[in-house]
């Protein structure tokens, strides 16, 4: 695969892959786009809003991506769609599985969670930005962590045969740096009508939740800017934000 662009650095234990890219990002250390962390195992694995993700030590896949995007924040919005899509790419072109996407940033297979994107954000409203792409991908998690998991999850070992954990390093690298491009060339233009047809949800009942407020509705898939579309009373609004959270209602 071509992920020779790359620099890889491996850990055995790290608190959190984006903790220590966005140290160095804040540590002004020369970073370049494409450089990716990976670790063994994480103390301090993160999820959105403050949720962990849990990162035991062994086959499971924890990897961060920096990268460097010229348009400003308001553009960084979309990313999350444009990595849900790299991860899937990765995952059928190594096991030949079909995973599904949640919006905003999540991927399931039959509904159970298998992997988990975090990114988070550097920069100024206008000129360039920086982004750091985490990424959970479970291989095999072992059973005494399974508890600690308040949704359904999965992992790869129930759907393959093979793990092949440096392959999916490379793999993912190389249909992330593929996905990037692409976005940062025509934003979501070529890509949401193929995430509509990965939505986990389509067509069904959910549940928009800031925390604070809460919307119902038909999930009709993703607009060309990333928003989430719903149908209620017969009229389809879209949601942004990184702060909303989908659940089946
Ligand atoms: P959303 O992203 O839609 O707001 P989410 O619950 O999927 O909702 P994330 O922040 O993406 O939230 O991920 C954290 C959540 O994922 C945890 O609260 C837990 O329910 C679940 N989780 C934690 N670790 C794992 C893991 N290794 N595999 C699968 N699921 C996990």
């Known amino acids: 695969l071509g992920a020779s662009t790359a620099n890889v650095e491996v ?21 370049e786009s494409g450089k990716v962390i990976v670790a063994e195992m994480q103390q301090a694995g993160r999820g959105r809003r403050g949720r962990v993700w849990q990162s035991p030590f062994g086959a499971n896949l ?9 348009d400003g924040l308001q553009a960084a919005m979309g990313v999350s769609i ?3 899509l790299a991860v899937y790419d990765a995952i059928k072109a190594l096991y030949q599985i079909d995973v599904e996407l949640k919006w905003p940033n999540d991927i399931y297979i ?14 100024q409203p206008q000129g360039p930005c920086q982004l750091v792409i985490g990424i959970g991908i479970n291989l095999q998690m072992p059973e005494s962590f399974s508890q600690h998991i308040d949704q359904a999850w999965t992992d790869l070992n129930q759907h393959t045969q093979q793990l092949y954990k440096n392959e999916l390093v490379a793999s993912l690298t190389y249909y992330l740096e593929k996905r990037l491009l692409q976005y940062s060339q025509s934003g979501l233009q070529e890509m949401y009508e193929q995430w509509n047809a990965l939505n986990a949800f389509a067509g069904e009942q959910i549940e928009l939740n800031t925390g604070h407020r809460s919307w119902r509705g038909i999930c009709e898939g993703i607009d060309p800017q990333g928003g989430i579309r719903i149908r209620q009373d017969g009229e389809v609004k879209s949601y942004y934000g990184g702060e909303v959270s989908l659940r089946k209602a």
């Open 11 to 31: 850990h055995p234990i790290i608190d959190s892959t984006n903790s220590e890219l966005m140290r160095r990002l804040q540590s002004k250390a020369e970073l």
């Open 62 to 70: 924890y990897y961060s991506y920096f990268w460097r995007l010229d």
């Open 82 to 84: 444009a990595v849900g």
């Open 110 to 123: 039959n509904k159970q969670k298998l992997a988990g994107v975090l990114v988070e954000l550097d920069g």
